[in-house]
């Protein structure tokens, strides 16, 4: 699986992006899909996550904020960020999780073990 991260940008606070990850090779629904971020000097953290029956789940500071979705083709997950604000500002990662990685995770969508990774894509959000 191929996963292409894009939408990235410069935002101010307060304004909104739509993150995409285009999915090659195999569907996306054969995964669960998750976002993470990270900020310089920072360890990467997780933010968002779709399963494979569309259940979604959100780290606690962007919960009410962000929306992660999946589009029908299932080609292609989205992240909506809403009301954004500087300490969002990270490279934005999209990853796949197998249904064994899943296992072995201890069923944690939020540890980093996701089989595939996409490249990332920058969001920078000034005061």
């Known amino acids: 699986v191929q996963l292409q991260a894009s939408g990235g940008g410069l935002v101010q606070a307060g304004d909104s992006l739509r993150l995409s990850c285009a999915a090659s090779g195999r569907t996306v629904s054969s995964y669960a899909m998750g976002w993470f971020r990270q900020a310089p000097g920072k360890e990467r953290e997780f933010v968002a996550a779709?399963?494979?029956?569309?259940?979604?789940y959100y780290t606690d500071s962007v919960e009410g904020r962000f929306t992660i979705s999946r589009d029908d083709a299932k080609t292609t997950v989205y992240l909506q960020m809403n009301s954004l604000k500087p300490e969002d500002s990270a490279v934005y990662y999209c990853a796949a999780l197998s249904r064994a990685s899943y296992a072995d995770a201890h069923h944690d969508y939020t540890r980093p073990v996701y089989d595939y990774w996409g490249q990332g894509t920058q969001v920078t959000v000034s005061s």
């Open positions: 779709i399963s494979w029956t569309g259940g979604t």
